[in-house]
Each structure stands twice: as C-alpha cells, then as structure tokens.
C-alpha cells in the first residue's frame, strides 16, 4: 500500500496562509484531513469526495479549502486566516479512516 505523506507545515503568525499536501491519496475514495492538537483527540477537518465535493468542520469553515489532483493522487489543504488553536499536526487519510497514518505535518500559529 502507498504510504500517506503530509507536507507543507510550519510556523506561522495569526491571520497568515499555509498550503497542505498529501502525496498517495486514493483517488476512488473520500480523502479527509485530520488534525491532532496538543492534549486532544485527533479530529476531522475536512473531507472530500472522489468526486471533488467538499465538506468542512465548523471550526475552518470558510478559511480552509480541501481540493484533490486525482491524476497525482494528491490532496490539497489551503489554509488562511489561520489561528492560534489551529495549531496542531495535521494528517491525511480515507474519510472514516482507513489507511496507515503517516508522520504528519505539524502547523504551528504563533506571533
């Protein structure tokens, strides 16, 4: 199975932009991005279909876009106005999970 690898995190000031990758995604299947802040469990931020329809947590809806390149089987997270509580590791995976975590990437916004 391809491994799932998440790129394109860093250190970040409030307000700003960061743009995720996952390299390995299925593309016949619903792709979510999950995130795990310090002390919580790890959640689902946005998810979306083979297809290419998206949906988003209530928490980012509005300032995170999910897209998907099925030809590269990448899946994209752009990220903007980004807050503090936004920072956490941020994974890729199959919509109700499915496949091996990979590593993450870890975002962090701070001034």
């Known amino acids: 199975q391809v491994p799932l690898v998440e790129s394109g995190g860093g250190l970040v000031q409030p307000g700003g932009s960061l743009r995720l990758s996952c390299a390995g995604s299925?593309?016949?299947?619903?792709m979510g991005w999950y995130r795990r802040a310090p002390g919580k469990e790890r959640e689902l931020v946005a998810r979306?279909?083979?297809?290419?329809?998206?949906a988003y947590g209530d928490s980012v809806k509005g300032r995170f876009t999910i897209s998907r390149d099925n030809t590269k089987n990448t899946v994209a997270l752009q990220m903007n106005s980004l807050k503090p509580e936004d920072t956490a590791v941020y994974y890729c995976?199959?919509?109700?999970?499915?496949?091996?975590w990979g590593q993450g990437t870890q975002v962090t916004v701070s001034s």
């Open positions: 979306i279909s083979s297809g290419g329809n998206p």
């Open positions: 995976n199959t919509y109700l999970p499915t496949r091996a």
């Open positions: 299925s593309r016949y299947e619903t």
